[in-house]
């Protein structure tokens, strides 16, 4: 790309500008003359000659244009949320990477987490050992090629040896934002110092700052982001600047203005060569042509009171299969479709305990699987998977008696192809069209706890009940016929808690309780019950037949036990 010839340097002393060629060819001078221009602040960040800096600003030719991009509502992701057990439920993740080993790692307010799969080991500052971490605030994380750790926190910057357990500190201060470019060197952002670029090798440290009278330095030294692009050209990003920087040399070809960020953006480079540019509203997320100066705002329509609006970008993500995610404040996590010019929006829904927990989302990063994460406004990561699952998800639903709660007792097709599934409500009926019909036993507030479901050769449905006695269900009229444990009747069934259910190969039923097993005589509706060992109450978890009509029943502490409905002899192993 060509560069920049000529670039307007305003002096402390607010002289007419002067013209400086550092270039090979003046005739580009025309065109760059106004638009390569550094801002007129001392290294402190002085603005007090904001008012006739504005004025020359407003002639700097950078085209803009604006789209409005359509947003449409999202449901296909399924977020999962860490347990609030691990100690980063209420946690604000401000970076995420993952090391070589496969180990998760968040950067917080609070210390440094490490994420095996399973729990979080924390590392925090220790006043006595100086190879602990420097601080307690992590402002910036990241992995190098190498795989090394490096992490930013207050006056130091720490690499993490992932063997020995150790830190080592750098002194260079309040490090936001760290890269790497293709040479192996970090740039590291800072808010008042400039850019340093950090040798890992070799320790060397170079820093950059900017000069008032040096219109090929930094436009500022309070710099926000860094990077370089696909094209081996390194950009830097301060407040309202972004700087090409020539790494060579050391000094600054381009200035271009980024006026709706005065506060600082960050900047992100597709597969496709797309720049985007992302910082707070109005224009939160916008492109830039670097070979046109062409700054292309992307605008989300404004919703209605009920409704949020983005009042920021803050993380871009493209994953495996080229899909563009965007984290914001106000509207969750969007998706890029970029076959139809649209976005889809991800958000916050308290009926659905598998959406996004809230709507400000600050970081997103792509494991060794493909999973993205997603760090939160102000509680620990969630994460989701970028291909469609290959099931449908029923979810329980307040208004619903089959919804009431989501524990799933038992599940059964009958021989029409129709699933039942029972819940701790109610024995619900769901159709290979998904709708889904709940049937009770009794009245609303009651109980029905359905934990066993079988077909028998007449077309009933038999429930067990979790201390609800057995259940006959007639579909024809959806009526429910209740048996239940009755002292004084040595035929009633020997107990309400009724755990697994068999219709055998003659077409007797066969009720197993915590009592005893119960078999079934339609004629006089009676039970024969037979009591299996002599050690008390035990649930049964299992009960199947083998071909030679033995009944094999398996239970939670006493083994496996076989038993022979002809001779009612048991076996236990």
């Not at 789209?67 to 946690?91: A, Y």
């Not at 989501?406 to 192809?417: H, M, N, S």
């Not at 038999?462 to 201390?467: C, L, M, P």
């Not at 083998?546 to 009944?551: A, F, H, T, V």
Request: glycine share 10%; hydrophobic share 35%; charged share 20%.
């Amino acid at each position: 790309m060509t560069t920049a010839p000529i670039c307007l340097v305003y002096q402390e002393t607010l002289l007419p500008a002067v013209l400086i060629r550092w270039g090979a060819s003046c005739a580009l001078l025309s065109l760059w003359c106004a638009p390569l221009c550094a801002i007129a602040q001392d290294t402190a960040g002085n603005t007090e000659n904001r008012s006739v800096y504005a004025e020359r600003v407003r002639q700097v030719p950078l085209d803009s244009g604006t789209i409005t991009l359509p947003v449409i509502e999202g449901t296909d992701i399924r977020f999962e949320s860490l347990s609030s057990t691990n100690r980063l439920s209420q946690t604000k993740i401000s970076r995420i990477v993952q090391d070589d080993q496969g180990f998760m790692w968040f950067a917080t307010l609070y210390g440094l987490y490490r994420f095996d799969g399973y729990d979080f080991r924390v590392f925090v500052h220790d006043p006595e050992n100086p190879n602990s971490l420097s601080g307690m605030d992590v402002e910036a994380l990241f992995k190098d090629r190498k795989g090394a750790l490096w992490i930013a926190c207050d006056q130091f910057l720490n690499k993490f040896d992932l063997v020995t357990g150790k830190f080592t500190r750098y002194p260079i201060p309040f490090v936001t934002h760290i890269s790497q470019d293709t040479h192996g060197t970090l740039w590291l952002a800072t808010p008042t110092e400039g850019l340093y670029g950090l040798d890992p090798a070799t320790g060397q440290i170079g820093h950059y700052l900017r000069d008032p009278n040096n219109a090929s330095t930094l436009s500022s030294n309070h710099v926000v982001y860094s990077g370089e692009d696909n094209e081996g050209r390194f950009w830097v990003a301060t407040t309202g600047w972004l700087d090409e920087l020539d790494r060579s040399t050391g000094k600054v070809n381009r200035h271009i203005p980024v006026p709706d960020a005065p506060f600082g953006f960050g900047f992100y480079e597709d597969r496709f060569g797309v720049f985007w540019i992302f910082h707070v509203a109005p224009h939160p997320l916008s492109v830039l042509d670097r070979n046109t100066n062409t700054l292309t705002h992307y605008v989300f329509p404004k919703e209605g009171p009920t409704g949020t609006t983005v009042t920021r970008v803050t993380a871009m993500l493209e994953d495996r299969n080229g899909t563009l995610w965007v984290t914001t404040h106000g509207l969750g996590l969007l998706k890029f479709d970029r076959e139809h010019g649209r976005f889809i929006r991800y958000r916050n829904d308290p009926s659905d305990p598998d959406s996004i927990p809230q709507n400000n989302a600050d970081e997103l990063f792509a494991d060794q699987e493909g999973s993205i994460w997603v760090g939160l406004g102000s509680m620990g990561p969630v994460r989701f998977s970028i291909s469609p699952l290959p099931f449908t998800r029923y979810v329980y639903s307040p208004a619903g008696l089959n919804t009431r709660n989501p524990f799933v007792g038992a599940i059964y097709e009958d021989r029409q192809g129709i699933m039942w599934v029972g819940t701790p409500k109610a024995l619900n009926r769901i159709d290979r069209a998904g709708s889904i019909t709940a049937y009770q036993n009794g009245a609303p507030e009651t109980d029905t706890d359905v934990i066993a479901i079988c077909e028998d050769i007449s077309g009933f449905l038999w429930v067990g009940t979790y201390g609800h006695g057995l259940l006959r269900f007639d579909r024809r009229t959806g009526h429910f016929k209740t048996y239940r444990h009755n002292p004084a009747d040595p035929h009633s069934l020997s107990d309400d808690f009724v755990s697994r259910l068999l219709i055998d190969h003659n077409g007797v039923l066969w009720a197993a309780t915590q009592d005893g097993l119960n078999r079934f005589n339609p004629a006089t509706e009676g039970f024969t019950s037979y009591k299996l060992g002599s050690h008390g109450r035990l649930p049964y978890l299992e009960m199947v037949e083998d071909r030679e009509g033995i009944l094999w029943l398996g239970t939670d502490s006493r083994g496996l036990q076989q038993f022979d409905p002809v001779t009612g002899q048991l076996r236990v192993y």
